[in-house]
T-cell receptor
C-alpha cells in the first residue's frame, strides 16, 4: 500500500513564477491536509480539503495561494507570483475519515525561490 | 488558544547517553491527542507515537519512552542509550478531538556525538 506521494520533491522557481505542488493521498483516503514548514520552524497548518471541497483554509495566506482536491487526480497547492518568503518545505498529509486524527504525511516538497 | 512549547531548541549529547526532550502543551479541551515526530536530515516526517488524553500510561518502545502527565500538561520523550542515527529534529504536536489541524511545536534539534 503506497504511502502519501508528493511531487516534485524539489522545486526551484524564480520570483514571480507559479509553483504547483501535487499530493496523492494514500489509497482509500479522501481527506488531505497541507502544512508549511519555514526554515528552522515547526509545521503550520494551511488547508484541509475533501474531494471537491475546501473544509478549512484558516491557515492559507489570503493572496496568491490556492488549493484544490478534484474528484479525480491529486490535490494541488498552487502559489502564484512566488516571492523569496515562500521558500519552505510543504508537506501533505492524508486521512481516511475526519475525527480519526491519524494523518499520514508525505515526504514533502522543498520549494526554493531564487 | 492551543499551543505546543518545546523549550529546548538544540541539544547535544555524547553517544550512549540518555536524553529527554521536553514538551508542554496548552489546551482547554478535555479530549485531544498528542504526537511525537522525528525529522531526520533527509527531511521526511517519521511518526513515532500518538497518545490520547485519557491514556496517561507511560509507553516504552525499544530505546524510546514517553511520559505523559496531564497535571503538568507535559508529554516528554526520552531516548535511552542514544545513537548517532537518533540525530534529527523532533517535533511534539497536538490535535483537539473537535478539530482537524495538527499544532506543532517548533522542534528540538538533537545532535548525538560519536
Amino acid at each position: 500500500n503506497a504511502g502519501v506521494m508528493q511531487n516534485p520533491r524539489h522545486l526551484v522557481r524564480r520570483r514571480g513564477q507559479e509553483a504547483r505542488l501535487r499530493c496523492s493521498p494514500m489509497k482509500g483516503h479522501s481527506h488531505v491536509y497541507w502544512y508549511r514548514q519555514l526554515p528552522e520552524e515547526g509545521l503550520k497548518f494551511m488547508v484541509y480539503l475533501q474531494k471537491e471541497n475546501i473544509i478549512d483554509e484558516s491557515g492559507m495566506p489570503k493572496e496568491r495561494f490556492s488549493a484544490e482536491f478534484p474528484k479525480e487526480g491529486p490535490s494541488i497547492l498552487r502559489i502564484q507570483q512566488v516571492v523569496r518568503g515562500d521558500s519552505a518545505a510543504y508537506f501533505c498529509a492524508s486521512s481516511r475519515e475526519t475525527g480519526e486524527h491519524e494523518q499520514y504525511f508525505g515526504p514533502g516538497t522543498r520549494l526554493t525561490v531564487t | 488558544a492551543q499551543k505546543v512549547t518545546q523549550a529546548q531548541t538544540e541539544i547535544s549529547v555524547v553517544e550512549k547517553e540518555d536524553v529527554t526532550l521536553d514538551c508542554v502543551y496548552e489546551t482547554r479541551d478535555t479530549t485531544y491527542y498528542l504526537f511525537w515526530y522525528k525529522q531526520p536530515p533527509s527531511g521526511e516526517l517519521v511518526f513515532l507515537i500518538r497518545r490520547n488524553s485519557f491514556d496517561e500510561q507511560n509507553e516504552i518502545s525499544g530505546r524510546y519512552s514517553w511520559n505523559f502527565q496531564k497535571s503538568t500538561s507535559s508529554f516528554n520523550f526520552t531516548i535511552t542509550a542514544s545513537q548517532v542515527v537518533d540525530s534529527a529534529v523532533y517535533f511534539c504536536a497536538l490535535i483537539m478531538n473537535r478539530d482537524d489541524k495538527i499544532i506543532f511545536g517548533k522542534g528540538t534539534r538533537l545532535h548525538i556525538l560519536p
